[in-house]
Nanobody
Framework: QVQLAESGGGLVQPGGSLRLSCAASGNIFSINIMGWYRQAPGKERELVATITNGGGTNYADSVKGRFTISRDNTKITVYLQMNSLKPQDTAVYFC???????????WGKGTLVTVSS
């Protein structure tokens, strides 16, 4: 089992920045993928960004150039630096963790990000 603890959400004005963190604990393998997904009201959960243990990244087109995902493998923690936030970025952001052999997705409880003036 893997547990995920998220932090860093909140209210920010358009154009502002926030940084999300997610620490993983439990039965962790050295090879894994960590990431962030989000779900806005009335919409399906969608990919924001992922990062492998080797540093390979993948971003949704809607956040490219504004969001940066990074990780600290010694702390098994993933970060999401969100800049130039827009009202349409408002959503609950969920941390995601996957590892071999079957890459079962583990989810955090979610942290709310609200972008509003």
């Amino acid at each position: 089992q893997v547990q995920l603890a998220e932090s860093g959400g909140g209210l920010v004005q358009p154009g502002g920045s926030l940084r999300l963190s997610c620490a993983a604990s439990g039965n962790i393998f050295s090879i894994n993928i960590m990431g962030w997904y989000r779900q806005a009201p009335g919409k399906e959960r969608e990919l924001v960004a992922t990062i492998t243990n080797g540093g390979g990244t993948n971003y949704a087109d809607s956040v490219k150039g504004r969001f940066t995902i990074s990780r600290d493998n010694t702390k098994i923690t993933v970060y999401l630096q969100m800049n130039s936030l827009k009202p349409q970025d408002t959503a609950v952001y969920f941390c995601n963790f996957q590892q071999p052999p079957v890459y079962t997705p583990y989810w955090g409880k979610g942290t709310l990000v609200t972008v509003s003036s």
